[in-house]
């Protein structure tokens, strides 16, 4: 299986300042149609997870576009422009390229 | 609007069976593949099962092959997950996933239910 490494673990941020969480994979996430197969997903407390961004840097419907994705291959990040209080909860980044898919360990955002 | 809402979780003896069910709504339950999820308490994300929208492809995780079987009825748009020779480690919340294709990402979760196993 594909191992998914985040970092940080944890991340408390003042609101209106920006956060980045990386997530490196233990092999590349390019397929032969030219598509990367990582997503990340916000888990809110008390919730189930959400998407967020799809194939690498693509916003799902209805998220706000501070936030933001990039990388390629194997080192990706996602960066929140200017954190909300909305925005706490446990970031997943997860690769879908190979079954099973599967998950980073989470990074938990905290407002201080 | 999607909706996943799954039914079906409880408390469960060591070694016995449970039967997991997912209602579907707001979308062609049929066009889409599913899926369950699980995250056992305080812990992160495990994919379990996946099933394409005909039922055609199917994937179990190593850690419940034998154990779990993944079905749908797509005239009644839902899926299933029977659980049997369930074990400690099983305990769990587990979500019905929706993915557009098989093997794919999911887009949208359903709200979970918790299964214990536990003497």
């Known amino acids: 299986d594909i191992v998914m490494t985040q970092t940080p673990l944890s991340l408390s941020v003042t609101p209106g300042q920006p956060a980045s969480i990386s997530c490196k994979s233990s092999?590349?996430?390019?397929?032969?149609?030219?598509?990367?197969?990582l997503y990340w997903y916000l888990q809110k407390p008390g919730q189930s997870p959400q998407l967020l961004i799809y194939e690498v840097s693509s916003r799902f419907s209805g998220v706000p576009d501070r936030f933001s994705g990039s990388g390629s291959g194997t080192d990706f990040t996602l960066k929140i422009s200017r954190v909300e209080a909305e925005d706490v909860g446990v970031y997943y980044c997860m690769q879908g390229i190979h079954l099973p898919p599967t998950f980073g360990q989470g990074t938990k955002v905290e407002i201080k | 609007e999607v909706q996943l809402v799954e039914s079906g979780g409880g408390l469960v003896k060591p070694g016995g069976s449970l039967r997991l069910s997912c209602a579907a709504s707001?979308?062609?339950?049929?066009?889409?593949?599913m899926n369950w999820v699980r995250q056992a308490p305080g812990k992160g994300l495990e994919w379990v099962s996946s099933?394409?929208?005909?039922?055609?492809?199917?994937y179990y995780a190593d850690s419940v092959k034998g154990r779990f079987t993944i079905s749908r009825d797509n005239a009644k748009n839902s899926l299933y997950l029977q659980m049997n020779s369930l074990r400690a480690e099983d305990t769990a919340v587990y979500y019905c996933?929706?993915?557009?294709?098989?093997?794919?990402?999911?887009?949208?979760w359903g709200q979970g239910t918790l299964v214990t196993v536990s003497s």
């Open positions: 099933i394409s929208s005909s039922s055609s492809y199917i």
């Open positions: 092999q590349s996430l390019l397929h032969s149609d030219g598509k990367t197969y």
């Open positions: 707001g979308f062609t339950f049929s066009s889409y593949s």
């Open positions: 996933a929706r993915s557009p294709y098989y093997g794919d990402y999911v887009d949208y």
